[in-house]
C-alpha cells in the first residue's frame, strides 16, 4: 500500500505518467490467450461480405467489453464491426454490421513445469448471439452518401429489427439519445443479476441497453442525462463535432459499465470529457451511476492522466470499469499506441478509485467546475510494464486494450488470488502489416489473466449470480496440480 501511495504522489507532481514499475504489492500476469482475427463466429445468417467487403460475421473486436458470467463463462462484445477498411467516408467507413455479444469459454489450466507461466487460456467460441428490438427502428436510406439503404436484409428475413454499425442509421430531428435509432456501437457489456439479461453501453447515443441473453433482444432502455446527448446528428463523427456545444464527443461516448455485485446499480464511464467539459482536451471524464429499479442517476468527475506537459496537456481515454465492490472501482486509462497503431505502447495503465465520499456532479461543467470534486485515484497495475516483462515489444502490445472482467478465483503457489481478465480491440483486422511489420503479424483477438493478491483488493466482492456458481448452478471445477514449480493450482468460486 505504502508503494502505491507514493506512486499517486509522484503522479500528483508530476504532468508525467506513473515512473513505478507496480503500484501494488501483488498483480501478476498468469496466462495470456488468443482466438484467430481471421476467423468467423457462429452467426452464420450473417457471413455475406459487407459494403467494404469484409466477412459480415467476422470474428473481431471481442475485447470491445467483457464480461464474466460464471464458471469459465464470459461474454464478449464487438464495436460497430470492420470500420477500419477505407470506402465510404461519408458514412465514416461504417458497415452494415449487425451487432452482436460472443459467448466464450475462457478456462484456466494449470501449466506444466517450465512454462513462463502459472496458467495456459486457450479460448473457445461457444454462441453468438444478435442484437434487436421488437419495435421498428430508424435506418437510413443512404441515397445522400451513396449508399444501400441501411437496413439489413435479414430484418425481412427474421421479422426483426436489428441493431447495427452503420452511422447514418438515425433519425436526424432526434438528439442522439432517441433509442429507436438503429445504430449502436456497443462497448461495455455486463451480466445481469438473474443471469438471464445482460447490460450494454454504447458510444452513438450514449445508450446503456439492456438485452435478453438467450434471445437477444432488447428489453429494457435507460434514460441517459440530456446534456450526454448531441442535438446536431451526422454520420461523419468529426461533423457531429463541430457542429454541437455539448454532449458527447463522437466515436468516445459510453465506453465502460460496471455493475454493483448486488446489480442493483450500473456505472457507465464516458471514453473522453464531454463537450462542454472540454472534450477530447478536457482533464475530466464522467462517471455516470444508474440505479437499475428507478432509473435514477448521478455523476463523478475521472480526472485523466495528462500525458504530456502543463503547458500543452496531452490526455487519453478511459476504456472500462469493473466493481470491486459498489462504490470502489478498477478502470482502464490507455493511449491508442501499439499493434494496430505501427507506433509504441506506452500508456495503459489500471487505476483504482473509490466514489463512496465524492460528489455528485451533475449540476457541474467545465474544466475548472470539475476540478474541485474530482476524485482521487491511484495506479492499480501498468499493463504495458507488465507485458514487456513478459517478453512482449511494445510495438507488439495491442494497441487498444479495452475491456476489464473479474473471473474466477484460482491458487498460484498455494494461496488463493482474484483474476482479472483484460482484453483487446483488434478493430477486425486479424493480420497487420506496418513499418514496424514489414512482413506482416497476426493481430488476433488476445486475452490477459492478472493474479490479484485479496490484500491488495481488500473491498472485493465478487457478484452475486444465480446458483452461485454461475447462470445454470452447477458447480464450477476445482483443478488441482502437483507440480512442483506451480504449487496447488485450481479453481474457486469467482464473482
Known sequence: MIRARACALSFALSALTVACSSAWASVDLIAIGQLSGNGADRSKATAAPLENGAPGNLLGGLGSGLAYAGCDTFLATPDRGPNAIAYKKAIDDTASYINRFQTLILRLEAGGKGDALPYTLNPKLVDTTLLHAREPLVYGDGAAYGVGNGAPALNATNHTHYFMGRSDNFAPARPSSFPLDARFDPESIRVARDGASVFISDEYGPYVYRFDRRTGERIAAYRVPASFAVTTLSPVGNDEISENTSGRVANKGMEGLAISPDGDTLFGVMQSPL???????????????????????????????????????????????????????????????????????????????????????????????????????????????????????????????????????????????????????????????????????????????????????????????????????????????DHDDHDDHGHGHGQ
Open 275 to 481: 463537450i462542454q467539459d472540454g472534450g477530447t482536451n478536457g482533464a475530466y471524464t464522467r462517471i455516470l451511476r444508474i440505479d437499475v429499479r428507478t432509473g435514477k442517476t448521478a455523476q463523478f468527475a475521472y480526472p485523466l492522466t495528462n500525458l504530456g506537459t502543463a503547458d500543452k496537456p496531452n490526455y487519453p481515454t478511459i476504456s472500462d470499469i469493473v466493481a470491486v465492490n459498489d462504490h470502489e472501482f478498477l478502470l482502464d486509462e490507455r493511449d491508442g499506441k501499439g499493434l494496430g497503431d505501427d507506433s509504441t505502447a506506452k500508456f495503459k495503465q489500471v487505476y483504482h478509485v473509490d466514489i463512496a465520499d465524492a460528489q455528485d456532479v451533475s449540476q457541474t461543467s467545465g474544466e475548472s467546475g470539475l476540478a474541485p470534486y474530482a476524485i482521487k485515484k491511484t495506479l492499480f497495475l501498468d499493463v504495458v510494464k507488465a507485458l514487456t516483462a513478459y517478453g512482449f515489444k511494445a510495438t507488439d502490445i495491442p494497441a487498444k486494450i479495452e475491456s476489464l472482467a473479474f473471473g474466477p478465483d484460482v491458487r498460484v503457489g498455494g494461496k488463493l488470488r482474484h483474476t482479472l481478465f483484460i482484453a483487446n480491440d483488434n478493430d477486425f483486422l486479424g493480420t497487420v502489416k506496418d513499418t514496424n511489420h514489414p512482413d506482416g503479424i497476426d493481430n488476433p483477438n488476445r486475452f490477459f489473466v492478472f493474479a490479484i493478491d485479496p490484500a491488495d483488493l481488500p473491498g472485493y466482492v465478487a457478484q452475486r449470480l444465480p446458483g452461485a456458481n454461475g447462470r445454470d448452478g452447477k458447480a464450477c471445477r476445482f483443478d488441482r496440480d
